[in-house]
């Protein structure tokens, strides 16, 4: 289910954002940052905007800068959802860009990344990409997962997770609501939790004003926690 919230907050897409690179990885046209020297890998699934979005790409490097190789690949073949496109509304979208079709798209990444060296690797997912990671941490291809208020996620999905994985959440999710979320730590049976985020959106880790102090606390919190998780799990 995708609702009105999973479009909230477009960012402003900018191609040269980020301290990074753009370049083919694993077939796909990816940002890259951080040194192919580092202990761990991190694969970023973006929400349904893309890899351009500036605030994306901050994290990836803040990501890299903690010690990992990051890939945050372009998975929607330079068409990101436009909430401004009345004639093509998200559920229409998603047609061409079924999280199916994200997951094929994914393996071949973790492929690439472990033809240089990467044993261990990571993979944080945000609404849309959230799905994604879910597939591929019951599919044995990562090591590591970080759920960022995600979309399509049900259960069932939860009980066949074989990584280790996070799930931070938005107390204010119409679709994937709290008790939603909660439901998915009472089924893991693989370490993890899931953390609640008062008086935040659906979309906050990702979507916001870097100019509002009360919007960036808590998307720092979620960064932070991610990080930790990394720290733990991909070394």
């Not at 301290?19 to 077939?27: A, K, N, Q, S």
């Amino acid at each position: 289910m995708a609702g009105p919230q999973c479009c909230n907050n477009p960012p402003a897409l900018n191609p040269n954002s980020g301290v990074g690179t753009v370049e083919e990885f694993g077939g796909l046209l990816s940002y890259i940052t951080g040194s192919s020297d580092s202990v761990g890998a991190i694969l970023l699934v973006s929400d349904v905007f893309g890899f351009e979005a500036p605030n994306l790409r901050k994290l990836a490097d803040k990501i890299a800068a903690a010690g990992y190789y990051v890939v945050v690949p372009e998975f929607m073949h330079g068409d990101p959802y436009d909430p401004d496109n009345a004639e093509r509304p998200i559920m229409d979208w998603f047609k061409d860009h079924g999280m199916d079709k994200g997951f094929e798209e994914a393996k071949p990444i973790v492929s690439a990344l472990k033809s240089k060296g990467f044993s261990i690797i990571g993979a944080a997912g945000f609404c849309w990409g959230g799905k994604v990671v879910v597939e591929l941490a019951k599919s044995g291809y990562i090591q590591a997962a970080v759920l960022c208020h995600p979309s399509f996620v049900t259960v069932d999905d939860m009980k066949e997770v074989k990584a280790p994985i996070a799930v931070l959440g938005a107390e204010i999710d119409q679709h994937f609501p709290p008790e939603l979320l909660k439901q998915y730590e009472g089924v893991l049976s693989v370490e993890g939790y899931v953390k609640i985020f008062p008086g935040v959106a659906h979309g906050w880790t990702v979507r916001y004003d870097v100019a509002d102090k009360k919007a960036v606390e808590p998307a720092e919190e979620a960064h932070q926690d991610m990080l930790d998780w990394f720290a733990k799990y991909v070394k």
